[in-house]
């Protein structure tokens, strides 16, 4: 089956940039997309369509993609942004899963 | 307000079944794709499947993990969205959440709050 590789965890002291990486390798036919989530909320999504922000997503939240990666960039990271983050993307296979989630990656902010 | 509410979350049996409903409000539900995704306690999220709108069919999709066990239906002049899940497994607890899909984002822009599901052996 087809997955979406993100590192389990990033840290990062307020301010400064983050960066989560999402590997696959339908990412070059595939667009990715992002959502954050907060403990015991539903997720909301960030980053559409490999780099595009949804109206109210602040603009410190950036996404890009290069070949089989793509990445979520939080600029000037604040407290609030801790929170896990899921890369999401199609299965271009088409043998299972219509779509596809990474496994997370839990953002602290120190 | 667009909105999802979740609903028919509780406790079961291994090999029992349930039936989750999806009430949407606020956008035109008829001419949405739905997905249902489900999150195990401290686990990520899992895609389920989906159902397409009636211009496309009703066409559904299953994950490999559900298939033959759950089904996805849904009821326009309701505005809901169902999940049946039939022979559940322990490993099919989890929060079970509603998702509209969206053309514009190609992604799941609105999402329910979730609803908890426990298959007790």
Known sequence: SYELTQPPSVSVSPGQTARITCSGNALPKQYAHWFQQKPGLAPVLVIYKDTERPSGIPERFSGSSSGTTVTLTISGVQAEDEADYYCQSADSSGTYADRVFGGGTKLTVL | ?121
């Not at chain 2, 899940?85 to 799941?108: I, P, Q």
Request: aromatic content about 10%.
């Open chain 2, 1 to 121: 307000e667009v909105q999802l509410v979740e609903s028919g979350g509780g406790l079961v049996q291994v090999g029992g079944s349930l039936k989750l409903s999806c009430a949407a409000s606020g956008f035109t539900f008829s001419g949405s794709a739905m997905h249902w995704v489900r999150q195990a306690s401290g686990k990520g999220l899992e895609w389920v499947g989906r159902i397409r709108s009636k211009a496309n069919s009703y066409a559904t999709a299953y994950a490999g993990s559900v298939k033959g066990r759950f089904t996805i239906s849904r009821d326009d002049s309701k505005n809901t969205a169902y999940l049946q899940m039939n022979s559940l497994k322990t490993e099919d607890t989890a929060v079970y959440y509603c998702t509209r899909f969206s053309d514009h984002y190609d992604s799941l822009d609105i999402w329910g709050q979730g609803t908890m599901v426990t298959v007790s052996s």
